[in-house]
Nanobody, 114 residues
Framework: QLQASGGGLVQAGGSLRLSCAAS????????MGWLRQAPGKERELVAG???????YYADSVKGRFTISRDNAKNTVYLQMNSLNPGDTAVYYC??????????WGQGTLVTVSS
C-alpha cells in the first residue's frame, strides 16, 4: 500500500514536498516513481528512482524537482521547486519491480496559482 501526502495550493514560484509512505517490508527492492495527471491530459512520469538510487526526470521538471528515497522509513519524496501553473495536477506515487508500475497510491492534488 502506498500513501501519498503533501499536496496543496501554492503560488507560482513556490515549493512543495510530496511524500509517499509504503507499507511493505521489501521497499528497498522496488523502483519508485512519481507520476502526474492534469485535467484533460494523459498521465505522465515526472520522476523515478530505482532501487539502486538512479534517478530519472521528465524534461519539463529537470532542475526544479528532486526525487529521493529513505529506505529506512519506506518513503519516497518529491521536492518540487519553482512551481508554475503547468505543474497543476494530481500526483501519484507508484512502485514497480519490472517494466510497468504495478502499485499505485491514491494521489495528492497540487494546485499552482499564477
Amino acid at each position: 500500500q502506498l500513501q501519498a501526502s503533501g499536496g496543496g495550493l501554492v503560488q507560482a514560484g513556490g515549493s512543495l514536498r510530496l511524500s509517499c509512505a509504503a507499507s511493505v517490508r521489501t521497499f528497498r527492492t522496488y523502483d519508485m516513481g512519481w507520476l502526474r495527471q492534469a485535467p484533460g491530459k494523459e498521465r505522465e512520469l515526472v520522476a523515478g528512482i530505482s532501487s539502486g538510487g538512479s534517478t530519472y526526470y521528465a524534461d519539463s521538471v529537470k532542475g526544479r524537482f528532486t526525487i529521493s528515497r529513505d529506505n529506512a522509513k519506506n518513503t519516497v519524496y518529491l521536492q518540487m521547486n519553482s512551481l508554475n501553473p503547468g505543474d497543476t495536477a494530481v500526483y501519484y506515487c507508484a512502485a514497480k519491480r519490472t517494466v510497468s508500475y504495478a502499485y499505485w497510491g491514491q494521489g495528492t492534488l497540487v494546485t499552482v496559482s499564477s
